[in-house]
């Protein structure tokens, strides 16, 4: 599956080329990959790559929800282009309960362009997931930009409102059977 972040969280078109992310299975869990403008704004931080960084959307990042929207558990995936990580799973909206988890990513950056990849495990990712979306942001201070697969749409928009990307009514149906393992037991992380 493949997905190209075009618009900002209020749905005004971005000026530069779309961030792509695509998914695919594979017998530990889901390939998740990312290509994206880099902007090297804000600088990296300062946690060796590699690591899993608390506050990583503070940062210039990718992010992908999976959401099971029945019973709002999400799990959060946020990927930067220096190599950091951010996993989370949360139970009802912004009710973070895991964080930090250990994955298993990679990110490389040219002059224009970074591309990551990450291994998502199966036991990351809430039974029954029926919803998805995703984002990317970058820049500072008055240049910060919040990007959305699927944006709060314009005429929904009030004035003064601020980007929230734990808006979960404006997930988009997933179809994520096609992608997991048919053979995947229930994720005991998740026996909450």
């Known amino acids: 599956m493949d997905f190209r972040i075009e618009h900002e969280w209020n749905s005004k078109a971005v ?3 779309p961030v792509t992310i695509c998914l695919k299975p594979s017998a530990r869990g ?11 704004d804000p600088p990296a931080p ?7 960084v608390h506050g990583l959307w503070d940062y210039e990042v990718v992010e992908a929800f999976f959401l099971n929207s029945e019973k709002e558990q999400y799990l959060e995936v946020e990927l930067g282009p220096h190599g950091h990580h951010l996993v989370l799973l949360l ?10 988890l ?3 990513y990679e990110a490389s950056t040219a002059e224009v362009t970074w591309r990551g990849s ?9 039974p029954s997931v029926d919803r ?3 984002y990317a942001i970058h820049g500072s201070d008055s240049e910060r930009t919040y990007e959305a697969l699927y944006p ?5 928009i009030q004035e003064g409102q601020q980007p929230d990307f734990h808006r979960l009514e404006y997930f988009k149906p997933f179809n994520f059977p096609v992608l997991m393992d048919e053979e995947r037991k229930r994720s005991s992380l998740w026996n909450v």
């Not at 709060?152 to 929904?156: I, L, M």
């Open 15 to 17: 000026s530069h080329t």
């Open 30 to 40: 889901l390939q998740m990959d990312v290509t994206a403008p880099f902007f090297n």
């Open 46 to 52: 300062s946690a060796p790559p590699g690591e899993p």
């Open 91 to 100: 139970s009802q909206r912004r009710c973070i309960w895991k964080e930090c």
């Open 102 to 104: 250990p994955l298993s």
């Open 118 to 126: 990450a291994l998502l495990p199966w036991e990351y990712f809430p």
């Open 132 to 134: 998805f979306n995703a």
């Open 152 to 156: 709060v749409p314009e005429k929904e």
